[in-house]
């Protein structure tokens, strides 16, 4: 079955320092990889995805992404957090059709 | 630009109750999605419609039906509420040159309550 696991349901880091969310895929076929963020009371919010190419993402918010084939990963990071990136962190997949797969979510907590 | 609008916000509903949860886009997004959203279990994909006219099942579709009379709305109808049916409810778009590759766009959601 496919499936997109986030291993960690809560990351806490301190304001300033490199932050890290992890996300590991098992799909068949190339997949599609997305990144969304939830803040309090809000939809889910579109911050990067992997289709093809290079394996490093930019997107929004100075957020980026490593695709890892060989470890099935598309790890979310940032260089320097801030405490408004505190909010919950859904990585996705799709290989193909409607059907997005989403992971069970992990919070970000930055410290000030 | 309002993107996906969702009606309404909160709701409690009585067991056997029914309800339908509005959503409306205003990006002529080809394909809208519903999904429900339960602690600790990320999003399941409720029903999606690929088009006006055009509506089929996602993951967990059991007592919910949908219509698709617009390209812009994409309404979520529940006929006989149960408690399992309490979560937070997001309705979401993509675009027409999308499908597999495409990010959507989410509603604020409906936080419904069946007592």
């Known amino acids: 079955a496919q499936s997109v696991a986030q291993p960690e349901d809560q990351v806490n880091v301190a304001e300033g320092n490199p932050l890290t969310v992890k996300c590991t895929y098992s799909?068949?076929?190339?997949?599609?990889l997305f990144w969304y963020v939830q803040y309090p009371n809000r939809g889910l919010q579109f911050l990067l995805k992997?289709?093809?190419?290079?394996?490093l993402v930019k997107g929004s918010y100075g957020f980026e992404a490593e695709f890892n084939k060989s470890q099935t990963s598309f790890h979310l990071k940032k260089p320097s957090a801030l405490v408004s990136d505190s909010a919950l962190y859904f990585c996705?997949?799709?290989?193909?059709?409607?059907?997005?797969?989403f992971g069970a979510g992990t919070r970000l907590f930055v410290k000030a | 630009n309002a993107g996906v609008t969702q009606t309404p916000k909160f709701r409690i509903l009585k067991i056997g109750q029914s309800m339908t949860l509005q959503c409306t886009q205003d990006?002529?997004?080809?394909?809208m999605y519903w999904y429900r959203q339960d602690p600790g279990m990320g999003l399941k994909l409720i029903y999606y419609?690929?088009?006006?006219?055009?509506?089929d099942k996602g993951e967990v579709p059991n007592g919910y039906n949908v219509s698709r009379s617009t390209t812009e709305d994409f309404p979520l109808r529940l006929e006989l509420a149960a408690p399992s049916q309490t979560s937070v409810y997001f309705c979401?778009?993509?675009?027409?040159?999308?499908?597999?590759?495409?990010?959507?766009?989410f509603g604020q959601g409906t936080r419904l309550t069946v007592v």
């Open positions: 979401a778009s993509s675009s027409h040159t999308g499908g597999s590759n495409t990010e959507a766009f």
């Open positions: 990006m002529n997004h080809n394909y």
């Open positions: 996705a997949s799709n290989t193909g059709g409607f059907k997005t797969i």
């Open positions: 799909v068949s076929g190339n997949p599609y």
């Open positions: 419609s690929v088009g006006a006219g055009i509506t």
């Open positions: 992997y289709i093809t190419g290079d394996n």
